[in-house]
């Protein structure tokens, strides 16, 4: 396990294209390692990567300890002890958190370089180079460039937001990477419910209810509701959205249509902006009055 964490750790850093498929691959032989041997082991051996790492690459590659690294022990401990996959989901989503806060905050007081304002600066370059190209060729877009440059005003205010969603999509990248591994090994792992089945808690309707509220009425910027309201309305946004995805694939499976279908209408909506609010609508019904429940008991 050690030779194969160095091997991936060396070729994440150091091979530039392949690096990238190479970190995804990294927490794989810890949570190998911990669901084997248990946590304490696991836990040793993290570290002595970690002084190895450090003495070999220094701070360059630390990052990939605490992210991916930690990620893999948290994950193969709750696979150890045969937890459901939303729970090693989101366990693996708070280690992932975790480790890009730390990261976050030890690049702005060891190098001095805050990731969120060179995005900014980056994005305003951007903006900043369509504006003269679309002066050049004649087109009036002053009022959407304002529109884009407010939007990027609250790129810092909703970082958090960003954090988040990049934790929980990385912790489901490397569950995906270990039940195809898993299954390979003929190793113990709880599988995830069939889409259609998914259920998101009843409480997330009420609490996107009141930040939609808010919304609605207006928050003052300099308040400290704004950047709350801000981080967490769009994380319910996501939520409701994919409760109503469960729907429509319920509706398919029970109709025996093909699973085609409600992907194409999924991919469509993210075109079409006014399907994201119907689907999303059809996630509040679902919670609100067991929308799934009732189309089951109709089709029996």
């Known amino acids: 396990m050690f ?23 990294l927490p794989l032989p810890l949570m190998i390692f911990t669901v084997r041997q248990g946590l ?31 990620a893999g022990v948290v994950a193969g401990e709750l696979i150890r002890r045969r937890q459901d996959a939303f729970t090693v989901w989101i366990g693996t989503s708070l280690s992932y958190i975790a480790g890009l806060l730390l990261v976050y905050l030890g ?5 001095e370089f805050d990731p969120v304002v060179a995005m900014q600066d980056w994005l305003a370059g951007s903006i900043s180079t369509a504006e003269s190209l679309a002066g050049s060729l004649g087109q009036d877009t002053e009022a959407q460039l304002e529109e884009i440059q407010e939007m ?14 990049l934790g929980i999509t990385m ?18 792992l709880q599988r995830f419910p ?15 209810l009141v930040t939609l509220i808010l919304v609605l009425i207006g928050v003052p910027d300099d308040s400290a509701m704004y950047p709350v309201l801000w981080n967490v ?20 499976y029970t109709r ?9 209408l999924l991919i469509i909506s993210f075109v079409m902006p006014f399907l994201l609010y119907l689907i999303r609508i059809l996630g509040i019904i679902d919670l609100g009055f067991n929308l799934k429940s009732r189309m089951d008991n109709d089709r029996k």
């Open 40 to 70: 304490k082991p696991a836990v040793v051996l993290w570290l002595i990567l970690t002084a190895v790492t450090f003495l070999i690459t220094g701070l360059l590659g630390l990052p990939a300890l605490l992210l991916f690294a930690a």
């Open 152 to 165: 990027l005003g609250m790129v810092a205010d909703m970082a958090p937001m960003i954090l988040v969603l």
């Open 171 to 188: 912790a489901l990248v490397t569950q995906g990477i270990g039940h195809l591994a898993f299954s390979r090994l003929n190793m113990p």
């Open 194 to 208: 069939a889409f259609r089945l998914w259920q998101m808690p009843r409480a997330f309707l009420w609490y996107y």
């Open 233 to 252: 309305h769009p994380l319910l946004e996501i939520a409701m959205f994919v409760q109503g995805a469960t729907v429509i694939f319920f509706f398919a």
């Open 107 to 111: 690049s702005i007081l060891i190098f």
């Open 256 to 264: 025996r249509v093909k699973m085609v279908f409600p992907v194409l």
């Open 3 to 25: 030779a194969a964490f160095a091997a991936l750790v060396a070729g994440s850093l150091f091979i530039p294209l392949l690096g990238l498929v190479l970190i995804w691959l």
